[in-house]
């Protein structure tokens, strides 16, 4: 077990270049198992949400050959396995795409009720389950596993209409139906980036997808998807969390490898904030020398301003002159990090899916712990503005997404260091757990 120590404080200068996109590489690798030969995906993020989805695919009879640290060639071809009922599911969110994946391949499909992330409530996967069903599968929900079969063994195209616009259902359906025999037409689904990336895959190799990024993606089933070539798009997320930390910090940053269209949304408040922000072909040079402004901000589905940068946001504006409003226009329950920010001298009240939050002269450093992957993230923000040393506990949630964090603040001028937590400190946190 390992914490993050950060003496804050230092303004972030220099250089960083960003890894690719956790949320697309994490449905393209299960999306490798309706391909007939190797894929070679470049640009793959080495964080350990990625590394469990590789484990768990070789656990099916992928075989996988590491090209370079962020090029693997995945073969599925020798998978024979409809079923997935590893450990290693039910830690990650992901691997519900197992489901879409299998189901498209085989026609049937039994996987691990997946975890991830929990950010207090229930997270459903009722409109995936809704979106198969309408294509001729029985679903059903057995001892924590999700099985999933067609009476012969084909999905069929149809019309599908999601209730909640859902990146998960979106990817998940668009998966299942590359083989489906017609077209599905899938309306009200979602436009994220990561979306158009998976559907760019598919069709790369084969697939016949039209209307990805639109609010209506169409699906005329194929036979087959032949081995090829592909690189993950960078990570709007990862991004976006070193532009709220030098926003939060100050300094100069130079932001590498991004496609400066899909931060919109996240330069667009930051401006409003303060932040002057350059756009380079594929970076941005991000700068913030005077005070940080109030703002207020509703979460929502892309291109609105993404839930998962929510907590980066509103840490930065714990130190913001003025009132701001936060509102999270996606999950119930996504300010359990707000406590931790409370202990380092934040003055934030959080009502339901509102969060009001009174800038602060500064934040202090604490003992703090990190409850999910951006709220992770969040909380090494606030250590890198705040004064004095906080140690952060968790950072297991925070490796899941984001590839060499500590190594990348390093470059530019934080003062963080990952460090072990002795044995007798972690027996007596279990104690107190007990
Ligand atoms: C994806 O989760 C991301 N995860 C999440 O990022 C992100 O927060 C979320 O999309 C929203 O952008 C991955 O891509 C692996 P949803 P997902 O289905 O697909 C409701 C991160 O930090 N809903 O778009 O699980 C749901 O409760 C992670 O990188 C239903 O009601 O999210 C939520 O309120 C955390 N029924 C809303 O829709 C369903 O069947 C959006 O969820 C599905 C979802």
Not at 26 to 51: F, H, K, M, W, Y
Not at 269 to 289: A, P
Not at 348 to 354: E, L
């Amino acid at each position: 077990m390992y914490k993050y120590i950060i003496k804050g404080g230092k303004p972030l200068e220099g250089e960083v270049e960003i890894s690719g996109a956790k949320n697309a590489a994490v449905a393209i690798i299960p999306a490798a198992l309706l391909v007939d030969g190797v894929c070679r995906i470049e640009n793959i993020p080495q964080i350990s949400d990625v590394t469990m989805l590789l484990n768990i695919l070789k656990r099916m009879g992928a075989s996988i050959r590491t090209v370079d640290r962020h090029t693997m060639d995945i073969d599925c071809s020798g998978v024979t396995s409809t079923d997935a009922d590893f450990d290693m599911m039910r830690r990650i969110r992901a691997s519900y795409y197992l489901i879409g994946a299998l189901l498209g391949r085989f026609g049937k499909a039994t996987v691990a009720m997946p975890g991830g992330c929990n950010f207090g409530g229930v997270r459903p996967i009722d409109q995936h389950v809704k979106g198969f069903a309408a294509m001729g599968a029985t679903v059903e929900v057995r001892n924590g596993l999700v099985c999933a079969d067609t009476p012969d063994g084909h999905l069929h195209g149809c019309e599908i209409y999601l209730d909640v616009v859902s990146v998960g259902a979106t990817i998940n359906l668009m998966l299942a139906a590359v083989f489906a025999q017609g077209t599905t037409v899938i309306e009200n689904v979602a436009k994220e980036p990561h979306i158009v990336d998976v559907a760019n895959f598919l069709n790369s190799m084969g697939a016949d997808i039209r209307g990805a990024g639109t609010n209506v993606i169409k699906v005329r089933g194929v036979q087959k998807l032949r081995g090829g070539f592909y690189s993950i798009i960078p990570d709007q997320i990862e991004a976006g969390t070193y532009m709220a930390a030098v926003a939060g910090t100050g300094g100069d940053l130079l932001i590498k490898n991004v496609i400066p269209k899909h931060m919109n949304c996240i330069s667009g408040k930051l401006e409003e904030m303060g932040v002057v922000i350059e756009e380079g072909e594929d970076c941005l040079l991000v700068r913030r020398h005077g005070p940080l402004r109030r703002t207020n901000v509703k979460t929502q589905p892309y291109p609105g301003f993404p839930t998962d940068m929510q907590p980066q946001l509103s840490t930065i504006l714990c130190l913001a002159q003025g009132t701001s409003i936060v509102t999270e226009g996606v999950w119930d329950n996504r300010y359990k990090y707000v406590d931790e920010l409370l202990k380092m001298g934040a003055a934030v009240r959080v009502d339901g899916r509102v969060a009001i939050i009174e800038g602060v002269q500064g934040l202090t450093g604490a003992p703090i712990k990190a409850y999910d992957l951006r709220a992770g993230a969040a909380m090494v923000i606030a250590g890198l503005c705040a004064s004095g040393t906080t140690e952060i506990e968790g950072i297991e949630y925070i490796e899941r997404g984001y590839e060499d964090i500590v190594e990348k603040l390093q470059n530019v001028g934080a003062d963080i260091q990952c460090v072990d937590i002795p044995e007798a400190q972690e027996d007596e946190d279990i104690q107190r757990i007990g």
